[in-house]
């Protein structure tokens, strides 16, 4: 999310403000995540990753990027009445302007994915170079936009509209090029 790190500074003595959303929030994302056949990875603070590429939403998509990208849309739709919901509250209580959108990172690839941890401790996850420009991506990302790399590109856009933001040389610690594009929405069928 953007701006979660100041929302969190002006709820610091409301958490009953802040978890209740959260969860709301989190709980919003699981069912997308889950709807278009992917797997929740983790929550990480305010974020949510999930992966995909597991098994397809049936009759809706025909390919794994397609499927993260359709979640993605979904979610962003559905999070503005969450957002509209929850500042309506929070203003009520404390007296700043709270700003706070979501942003969303996709790339395409292949990935180690498994039960990673100790023994006394593993979790499900996928680690790689795919899973980290997908995380540089969401951090590169202004609120309500999802940005996806030239290989999601490759595999959606005939499903999806597309804006090239550009080459980026450099993803925090990952050296490029990389063309990048902001997804717009989804096409009109055509019939």
């Known amino acids: 999310m953007k701006g979660f790190s100041k929302l ?4 610091k003595t409301y958490s009953t403000l802040l978890v209740p959303f959260l969860r709301e929030f989190f709980d919003m994302a699981r069912k997308i995540i889950f709807e278009y056949g992917g797997v929740l990875d983790k929550y990480m603070g305010d974020g949510v990753m999930g992966l995909f590429g597991f098994e397809s939403k049936a009759g809706e998509c025909t ?3 397609i499927c993260a990208v359709a979640a993605a849309l979904e979610l962003k739709e559905l999070f503005k009445d969450l957002q509209a919901k929850w500042i309506r509250i929070w203003e009520k209580h404390v007296p700043h302007t709270i700003t706070i ?3 969303c990172g996709i790339n395409t690839g292949y990935a180690i994915v498994g039960n990673i941890g100790t023994k006394r401790r593993t979790q499900f996850t996928a680690l790689g170079s795919t899973v980290n420009i997908a995380s540089r991506l969401t951090d590169i990302c202004n609120s309500g936009q999802i940005i996806v ?3 999601t590109k490759s595999k959606i856009s005939n499903q ?4 090239s933001l550009g080459i980026v040389t450099e993803l925090r610690n ?5 063309e990048i594009f902001s997804v717009i929405k989804k096409k009109k069928d055509i019939s």
């Open 63 to 65: 390919g794994n990027a």
């Open 160 to 163: 999806f509209e597309l804006k």
């Open 149 to 151: 790399s030239a290989t």
């Open 174 to 178: 990952i050296y490029g090029p990389f």
């Open 8 to 11: 969190c500074d002006i709820l």
């Open 101 to 103: 959108g979501l942003k």
